[in-house]
């Protein structure tokens, strides 16, 4: 069994692997279901209801210590692909040893905060910057793991797609527009 332990150091790229800036640190999106308080009559008290696969809107965001020139271009008022790698320490507890797992998080995302950081001598810019997200990715050693994509109708956890009931109810047959597709299936294909 691989126990993971701590996050050895984390980068973030463009969809060309090209390299943002030094990031301080990244906050990944929190995937936050709907739900709705329910009570009445034959309820003894309060229960929420929480909606199969239907996402609040996710943000994510990160801090520069310092910038390459695309990552001033993340201030761009359009989608960005994004992705963080990962690498974490594992204990392989059937050999007792280190090992390295590699994460990765692929993003479709659109600024909303773009901040430049701080001028200060001998000191990092902390540049912090806010994201809307609409699209998230996740894999472990190669394996997707995780995807949301609400505007496609999409849920899936290691490898159960959860609103795929929804979409065969709703007679869903599409993305919401062909520019979205385009970006959806680059991400998907280049995994």
């Known amino acids: 069994m691989r126990i993971p332990q701590i996050l050895i150091n984390a980068r973030l790229y463009s969809n060309e692997n090209a390299l943002y800036g030094t990031t301080s640190s990244i906050q990944l999106p929190d995937v936050e279901y709907m739900a709705e308080s329910i009570q009445g009559a034959g309820i003894g008290g309060e229960i929420e209801a929480v909606a199969v696969g239907m996402v609040k809107a996710m943000t ?25 790698r990962e690498a974490v320490q594992v204990l392989d507890s059937n050999k007792s040893q280190i090992a390295v797992q590699a994460v990765k998080t692929e993003m479709i995302v ?38 949301v994509s609400p505007l496609d109708f999409k849920l899936t956890i290691l490898g159960t797609d959860y609103l795929a009931p929804v979409r065969a109810a709703l007679g869903y047959e599409g993305s919401v527009d062909d520019d979205w597709q385009q970006t959806y299936n680059r991400i998907v294909n280049t995994a």
């Open 110 to 147: 659109t600024p909303k905060k773009a901040g430049l950081g701080k001028l200060e001598t001998g000191k990092p810019k902390d540049a912090e910057q806010e994201y809307a997200c609409y699209y998230l990715r996740s894999f472990i050693d190669n394996q997707e793991v995780f995807e």
């Open 60 to 84: 994510v965001s990160w801090g520069f210590r310092s910038m390459t020139k695309q990552g001033y271009g993340l201030a761009a008022p359009i989608r960005h692909t994004v992705t963080a």
